[in-house]
Every structure is written in C-alpha cells, then in structure tokens.
C-alpha cells in the first residue's frame, strides 16, 4: 500500500531512525495522523483492523518474524503473508469501529524505551526498513505497519502495492480535497479554541460568569455530595410547586374596562369632606394639621413594586432611595409611608399613586399635605425647607412652567414625579377628574391617542399621568387653575442628566440650602429604570449616577457625625473632623444636626 503518510511525514521518511524520541513530537506525529486522509480511509474500509497483544511478557514477541522476499514482481505480497489479519500477532475479534480512534493513540505513543530497534531487512530488488513495537494492520494486497519508538514504518511488497488504499478507493483528485479540507479544519478549531479562551478570560462576571466561578460551580455540580445535590433539587421542585399552587389561587386580573363600560371611578363619591375633616381635628386637638403658624404636617408617600427587580441590582438601589428620602424626613420632621401594594389592578404602572393617595387622604385627616415622590428620585440638598408660606392658597403644588402648559401645551411642561396635594375635598374631586383615563385596556390607550393628538411633541403610546395633567389643566384651567401652583423656584424636580456631573462645582462654590440649580433639592432619575432590565438609558450609566447622587445627599448627612464619603462614587468613608471632649459644643458644617429651621409643635390649648 506503500507509505501510509507519505504526503504528511516527507521528513520522517528521510530522516529514518534519527527522528527525536521527545513527546513533543509523538505528539505532533498524533496529531499529524488524526488529520490525515489515511486516517479518514480507515473508517472507509468494510473489515476490522486487528489489535496486537500489547501485554505480551516476552519483549521478542513485540516484533513480527522477518519477511522473505516475494516470487514475482507481480505478486504484492510475499509468501506465508495472507490478505487476512492472520500474519501478525492480533486477537481474533476486532474492537468497534467507534473505538478504533481511542486505541490508534495509545499503540502509537506508548512505547518501552528498553525495546530494541530492529534492524533493517533487505528484500530482493529494493531496501525495505522495518520498525519494531508496531502494530501489524492487514489491509487486502497490502500490510500496513506502524512504527511505534522512531515513526511510522513502511509497508512491505511491491510498487504497485505502495499505492495509498485512499487513492485506489476514493482518487487521487479526491483525496487531495479531502487533505486540503484536513489541515484547514485543524486551523479552524485551533482558532476557535483560542478565540473562546481568551474571550473567557477578558469578558468578566455577567451573564456568562469568570472561569473561576465555572470552576465553583463544577465544583459543586459534580464533586458535592449527591445526597446534598438530590436535597436541593427536592427543595426546588417543592419550592417552584408551591409558588405554582400559590399563583393558581390568586385571583384571576379583572377583565379590561371596554369603552362602553361607565368611567371608573376610584370610590363612593364624598361631598363634605372639609366638613369632617374638620369635626375630626376638633375633637383630637393633639394632632393639629399645622405644627406651628406656617408649616404644615406633611407625609412623604413614595413605593415600589410588590414583585422583585427584574435587574437584581435594583432592590439595592430601592433601598438607597427609602434610605435617603428617610433621613430627609427626620431633619425635617416629616413623616413617611412607603407602599408595596397594588391597591387597584386597573390602576398599574404611572397610575398607580392614585387610588393610594385617596386612600391616605381619607385614613390620615390630621395631615395637611401629602408629597408624592418617585422611588427613582431622591433628595440631594437636605437643608432645604420648602417655602410653605408660599402655598398657603394652593391645593396642588408641581414643579413646571405656566408658558409651557397653558400656551404651548407641552406634554413635559410639568412633571408628577414629585407634587404636594392637600387634604381638602377639591383634591378628591380633582382625583376624581385625573383618574379616568388611567384603567389599563381600552381606555388607556385611546386616551393616549386623544393626548397625543392634543399635546404639543407628545409620542404615541398609552395615557400617563403627567400627559393627562396637563391636558385636564389646559382644558380646564378655569375650574382647576386657580388652587394648582407650578413651582420652578427651586428643583422640586430636578433632571438627572444636567445634574449629576456638576456635583464637584457645587461643592466646590455653594453650600446647600438653595435648593435650585445651583444645590438642587431634588434630583430625578427619569426614564433610568433601576429596577428594570431596559430602560430608556444604559442600565451601567444610570446606577453609576444614582450612586453619586446618593453619596452627594449622604455626604450632608454624614457631616452632622464627622464623616464623608471618601469621593462620591466610593462607598467608603472618611473621618472629617476629630473626636473632642465637649460634643455638643461642635456644629457641623451644614447645620443639619439642630437646625433652625426645624418646627416645634404646638401645645394644645
């Protein structure tokens, strides 16, 4: 059959006996042979190949008896050597076709190094070199022998016997499309093997994890205890079982509201509110609405959603955010309530603040406003007081522009992602007003059409609240105007993107207390989303900025104790001040710790 390698080994064929023993280069000729054609054309063969006793204990036994010369020139193969696998010292059955790629490794890099290197036999008519500790493949006119210390051998018989048994089965012209396919398919998977490697290495934690978190995880899949592995995935089952069951039991959403239906309304009608607001503060004088002669008692109301984060970073950055608007309440002495509950399923998403604060107006008659405030927008000047003088003839305070919503009827010239309402039978009936529009279906989304067909740059898409504010004040500003103050004094909503990155030029050149574009009160993370995969701007962006904000309105807090934030995208802190035998003779820096400002409530009389 000739040179099983010819095309792949021209050099271990001049080379002979003088080819290097290292197992760099076994294992190159291994990998030489898993891409050659030949290897291809052993799969291709109808007959087994044999397997040699390898565990034979006579270290003669490992080579075949010499060969003799043939007869004829015309006979391929010598005499006493039969086209079967009888010649050489073989088992009588075959191993799978499947393993074959699994013994042709170990038979050709497992060698003794004791073995003896048989010597060359001449045959009549042409040199012939036979390597010993190979392994005998008989092929019909042909056998094959494979070296197994120095190379691979060289086939026995005469030149029309050399020819490759590829060749004879497949054609020449084939098999150098096949060897051409070999060799770029061994590039291809190098390739890939390094691209995947190095992209495993640099792309970090994330969706696909760092090599040593796969390792932990292998770790615990297969070296766990199984016992261990079987409890957990009971625990699963039992778990995802009973949040099933649980969610079954739930009941059913609520059909959509279709536009034939009566509009919603968000309870039984109340006409005298005022009338037993007031009986009711009369007989608990303990709990006046106004704490001293201008401030009134106010609860900040602000929540989320009663289901986790899509993004699991946002319960983080919710709990930033009930952190900071708390510690503004307590320098200001404001109460908070922080809502998890959907109290209306018709009223989800931007709609939801309604049904709660008509809920809150009825059960807390003793407060005099309520503030409303987005969970993704916090304070960022706690010394600021609003100026509640101010708002004395007012029922509805938001920050925007008159200009904006009563002559051009923009969509964003107010926002009602922070607003006063007070508690008086003009805000229910404004609430009254608002919520219509709002029940998810039908209703909502061709209310989204008449408000975008009305409103100046408004996009297409469902009704919202803040759309349908200045829509009812632009149609109806005779009846509401007059009680609605759209405050632009200071930031009592503060936009986040031309905020944040001047935070080192305010503390460089302002103090806190203004509460305008030059220390703004609040800063509003519109369209960020925290808690959501997607939002309307990259997720890494806007928790970078949440995070200086937040530090920014920390940093105020800290002060009163002697601390700041190391800079503000740290979350480590430094001391500022040192600790001194008379504390309470220290002020800090802001004058937040007994500030003046601060109410004291009234005795009753």
Not at 92 to 112: E, G, K
Not at 251 to 266: A, I
Not at 573 to 587: D, F, M, Q
Request: net charge positive.
């Amino acid at each position: 059959m000739g040179h099983i390698f010819r095309t792949s080994y021209p050099a271990a064929r001049r080379q002979g006996g003088k080819r290097s023993r290292s197992i760099a280069s076994r294992i190159q000729l291994l990998c030489h042979f898993y891409s050659s054609p030949s290897f291809l054309a052993f799969f291709l063969l109808p007959q087994g190949i044999p397997r040699p006793d390898r565990f034979d204990s006579d270290p003669a036994s490992r080579f075949p008896p010499p060969i003799s010369a043939p007869d004829s020139h015309r006979n391929p193969l010598p005499e006493g050597v039969p086209s079967t696998c009888t010649a050489s010292r073989t088992h009588s059955s075959s191993p799978p076709p499947l393993l074959i790629p699994l013994l042709l490794p170990i038979f050709l890099v497992r060698s003794s190094p004791s073995s003896p290197r048989p010597r060359t036999a001449a045959l009549p008519g042409r040199g012939v070199r036979r390597f010993g500790g190979g392994i005998s493949l008989c092929l019909p006119h042909s056998v094959i022998w494979l070296g197994r210390r120095r190379g691979f051998g060289r086939s026995i018989g005469h030149r029309r016997g050399e020819m490759w048994v590829a060749e004879r089965m497949l054609g020449e012209r084939r098999m150098r499309g096949i060897n051409r396919f070999a060799r770029n398919a061994r590039l291809t998977v190098v390739c890939l093997f390094l691209t995947v490697l190095v992209l495993r290495g640099t792309v970090g934690a994330g969706r696909f994890g760092t090599p040593q978190q796969d390792l932990i995880e292998l770790r615990h899949r297969f070296i766990s205890h199984p016992q261990q592995r079987a409890l957990a995935e009971h625990h699963d089952a039992v778990s995802k079982s009973k949040a099933s069951s649980a969610a079954e039991k739930d009941e059913p959403e609520p059909q959509p509201r279709s536009l034939r239906d009566p509009p919603y309304t968000l309870g039984p009608k109340i006409s005298d509110w005022d009338e037993q607001r007031a009986a009711w503060n009369a007989r608990h004088p303990e709990t006046p609405p106004f704490l001293n002669d201008v401030k009134p008692r106010v609860m900040l109301v602000t929540g989320s959603s009663p289901k986790p984060c899509e993004n699991p970073v946002g319960d983080h950055y919710l709990l930033k955010s009930i952190k900071n608007k708390m510690d503004y309440c307590r320098i200001h002495d404001i109460e908070i309530f922080y809502n998890m509950a959907l109290l209306d399923a018709e009223l989800a998403g931007f709609w939801a603040k309604l049904p709660l604060l008509r809920a809150l107006l009825l059960a807390h008659p003793e407060v005099e406003f309520f503030w409303w405030m987005d969970s993704d927008a916090m304070f960022t000047d706690m010394a600021f007081e609003l100026p509640w003088e101010r708002y004395g003839p007012y029922n509805f305070v938001l920050h925007g522009w008159d200009e904006m919503v009563y002559d051009d009827k923009n969509w964003i010239g107010l926002n009602t992602g922070s607003f006063l309402i007070r508690n008086c039978q003009w805000s229910l009936d404004y609430l009254d007003t608002w919520a219509p529009m709002g029940p998810k279906g039908p209703v909502r989304t061709e209310a989204g059409r008449v408000l975008t067909k009305y409103l100046k740059d408004r996009p297409v898409f469902e009704a919202d609240d803040q759309s349908a504010m200045v829509y009812i004040l632009a149609t109806q500003r005779e009846k509401w105007g007059d009680k609605v103050y759209l405050e632009n004094g200071y930031y009592l909503h503060g936009y986040w993107g031309i905020l944040v990155d001047r935070y080192e030029e305010m503390l460089e050149n302002y103090q806190p207390g203004l509460g305008d574009h030059r220390w703004p009160l609040v800063t509003h993370f519109v369209g960020c989303k925290p808690c959501s995969k997607f939002g309307d701007y990259p997720v890494e962006r806007c928790l970078k900025q949440m995070d200086r904000a937040f530090n920014f309105g920390d940093n105020q807090v800290l002060h009163m104790y002697g601390f700041e934030h190391k800079s503000l995208a740290s979350r480590r802190v430094k001391r500022i001040r040192n600790e001194t035998s008379n504390p309470l003779e220290t002020k800090d820096d802001y004058g937040l710790l007994h500030p003046a400002f601060k109410a004291v409530k009234t005795s009753a009389t």
